[in-house]
């Protein structure tokens, strides 16, 4: 449903691409629409999305 939408905005900065499911995976393809990729710590994001994930996930 969210691919047949287009993209949505989730947040004043964050924009929601397309989703992509397949085997036990699901891809989130965002935009970050007021940073470049020089200002942002690509690290940090993965960390940070990892941890909320794998918490989520965890508790349903």
Do not use: H, W
Not at 11 to 23: I, K, N, P, Y
Not at 50 to 60: F, L, P
């Amino acid at each position: 449903m969210l691919n047949k939408n287009g993209p949505v905005m989730l947040d004043e900065e964050t924009r929601l691409d397309s989703v992509t499911a397949f085997s036990s995976y699901i891809i989130y393809n965002n935009t970050m629409i007021n940073y470049s990729v020089e200002q942002l710590d690509c690290q940090s994001i993965y960390n940070t999305a990892a941890t909320y994930c794998n918490k989520t996930i965890v508790q349903q």
